[in-house]
């Protein structure tokens, strides 16, 4: 619900501060729409490198390479693989990356996947209009509402989900003070009223969920949320939390 397709040109072209790369994330089942992003941005500012990531790009970066718009492929995580690039380092030294050179896919070796995620920083959400996204209509209650992640990765090997192809069968996880100090900042600065937790599964922990509860209580904010979860990862005292919190 920002730029349209159609007007994304006019957008890139009314921007002051011409970007060096810009950032693009897919789905499978988004990709095609990305290359078209990736192609307009490309075609209006080519000087700027187009820099794939997500799901997609990373089960199938050599056929994401391959489409001319594409200058770099980012792996798996990529908050400090992206940093390392547009610090303009040596690519090569890059983990994670993955380049055309030469006319041939180059794939630099993987990153480590990144173990305490409290160190990551809040998102930039004071530099996105945030009244013009929403999740679809129909899942959820209240505006404005974002989503956020609490834990990356998930145990489970479902035959229908990429997360273990991804991250393995590994799972980490913020702490229940990092979530909530996010949570209070975006109620506090953004108004937000309801959020979507967009782990595989946030009930893989019982101590956590109640944890997570009864924070939410204590500091009575004001909050509808959501979550994923596993018929068996979930039993009536913590859903009873849940709903009362």
Same mark, same amino acid.
């Given at each position: 619900?920002?730029?349209?397709?159609?007007?994304? =040109?006019?957008?890139?072209?009314?921007?002051? *501060?011409?970007?060096?790369?810009?950032?693009?994330?897919?789905?499978?089942?988004?990709?095609?729409?990305?290359?078209?992003?990736?192609?307009?941005?490309?075609?209006?500012?080519?000087?700027? $490198?187009?820099?794939?990531?997500?799901?997609?790009?990373?089960?199938? /970066?050599?056929?994401?390479?391959?489409?001319? !718009?594409?200058?770099?492929?980012?792996?798996?995580?990529?908050?400090?693989? &992206?940093?390392?690039?547009?610090?303009?380092?040596?690519?090569?030294?890059?983990?994670?990356?993955?380049? $055309?050179?030469?006319?041939?896919?180059?794939?630099?070796?993987?990153?480590?996947?990144? @173990?305490?995620?409290?160190?990551?920083?809040?998102?930039?959400?004071?530099?996105? %209009?945030?009244?013009?996204?929403? /999740? %679809?209509?129909?899942?959820?209650?209240?505006? %404005?509402?974002?989503?956020?992640?609490?834990?990356?990765?998930?145990?489970?090997?479902?035959?229908?989900?990429?997360?273990?192809?991804?991250?393995? !069968?590994?799972?980490? &996880?913020?702490?229940?003070?990092?979530?909530?100090?996010?949570?209070?900042?975006?109620?506090?600065?953004?108004?937000?009223?309801?959020?979507?937790?967009? =782990? =595989?599964?946030?009930?893989?922990?019982?101590?956590?969920? *109640?944890? &997570?509860?009864?924070?939410?209580?204590? =500091?009575?904010?004001?909050?509808?949320?959501?979550? !994923?979860?596993?018929?068996?990862?979930?039993?009536?005292?913590?859903?009873?939390? *849940? @709903? @009362?919190?």
């Amino acid at each position: 619900r920002g730029v349209d397709l159609q007007n994304l =040109d006019q957008y890139l072209n009314s921007l002051k *501060m011409k970007p060096d790369y810009i950032g693009v994330t897919a789905t499978t089942t988004e990709i095609r729409v990305a290359l078209e992003v990736a192609k307009v941005c490309k075609n209006t500012l080519p000087k700027s $490198k187009i820099v794939l990531g997500g799901v997609h790009a990373t089960v199938m /970066p050599d056929s994401t390479l391959a489409d001319e !718009n594409v200058d770099f492929v980012i792996r798996g995580e990529g908050e400090y693989s &992206f940093l390392e690039l547009v610090k303009e380092g040596n690519i090569r030294g890059i983990l994670g990356l993955s380049y $055309k050179e030469d006319g041939k896919i180059i794939h630099n070796p993987p990153r480590e996947r990144i @173990k305490n995620l409290d160190e990551l920083p809040f998102p930039a959400f004071h530099l996105m %209009p945030i009244d013009k996204y929403h /999740p %679809p209509l129909g899942l959820y209650r209240r505006l %404005p509402a974002v989503n956020i992640i609490t834990a990356r990765g998930c145990p489970n090997i479902c035959t229908y989900c990429a997360t273990h192809t991804i991250w393995g !069968n590994r799972m980490y &996880f913020r702490s229940v003070e990092n979530i909530i100090e996010e949570i209070k900042y975006l109620t506090k600065y953004f108004g937000i009223k309801e959020i979507s937790l967009s =782990d =595989d599964t946030f009930t893989i922990s019982k101590k956590r969920i *109640m944890e &997570f509860c009864e924070n939410l209580l204590k =500091d009575k904010i004001d909050l509808t949320w959501a979550c !994923n979860s596993r018929v068996e990862k979930i039993d009536e005292e913590a859903l009873r939390l *849940m @709903k @009362k919190a």
